[in-house]
């Protein structure tokens, strides 16, 4: 299986907004509104930010939206702040199994 | 509230066959929709999914790891137990469980995940 495609870094400077693609087909991310976000900082778990593509569980900060369009998903982060410095993942459903990203390392400068 | 812990060895040989127990608290595999997912994560590289386990003891692989993996689950122990045969170096990661609901598609708690070395 493919996994989906993210650019490998993004950065912003506080205050600013950053956006992440995540690229893939028909066949999973343009199929399915099951696209979920992570954040992971070194050494730690991943931590869901976003859900079906565009809701947020309780705690995650509003500064974290999420949408779609055709076969691309996107998080994008505003109001950029350190401790958003952190690796990104997206993965979605595909039918009988998940696909998940290439990551995206992003930097507050 | 929601727990997972893994647990098992830190050290495997190449050809041996890694088990990898994931205990978790806060829901039961009994309950309708409930589920576990395994995850990994080699040093400095990105996620991939390996496969996950539904309450009704439906299972999903990675096809390209299918044939390696096995995920069971004891539901009075509150575990779910991945089996990854034929190990190999390039097999060393993290190994994370997380919890998902069914419907949702979603990884919504993690655990903390658990260093395994492949080495001989």
């Known amino acids: 299986q493919s996994a989906l495609t993210q650019p490998p870094s993004a950065s912003g400077s506080p205050g600013q907004s950053v956006t992440i693609s995540c690229t893939g087909t028909?066949?999973?991310?343009?199929?399915?509104?099951?696209v979920s976000w992570y954040q992971q900082h070194p050494g730690k778990a991943p931590k869901l930010l976003i859900y079906e593509v565009t809701k947020r569980p309780s705690g995650v900060p509003d500064r974290f939206s999420g949408s779609k369009s055709g076969n691309t998903a996107s998080l994008t982060v505003s109001g950029l702040q350190a401790e958003d410095e952190a690796d990104y993942y997206c993965i979605t459903y595909a039918g009988m199994k998940d696909v998940f990203g290439t990551g995206t390392k992003v930097t507050v400068l | 509230q929601i727990t997972l812990k893994e647990s098992g060895p830190t050290l495997v040989k190449p050809t041996q066959t890694l088990t990898v127990t994931c205990t978790f608290s806060?829901?039961?595999?009994?309950?309708?929709?409930?589920?576990v997912g395994w995850i990994r994560q080699p040093p400095g590289k990105a996620l991939e999914w390996l496969g996950l386990?539904?309450?009704?003891?439906?299972?999903r692989y990675n096809p390209s790891l299918k044939s390696r993996l096995a995920i069971t689950k004891d539901t009075s122990e509150n575990q779910v137990v991945l089996t990854m045969t034929d190990m190999d170096p390039v097999d060393t990661a993290s190994y994370y469980c997380a919890h998902r609901f069914f419907g949702v598609h979603a990884f919504d708690i993690w655990g903390q995940g658990t260093m395994v070395t492949v080495s001989s």
């Open positions: 028909s066949g999973d991310v343009g199929g399915y509104n099951y």
């Open positions: 386990i539904y309450w009704d003891d439906d299972k």
């Open positions: 806060g829901f039961s595999l009994s309950t309708t929709g409930e589920g």
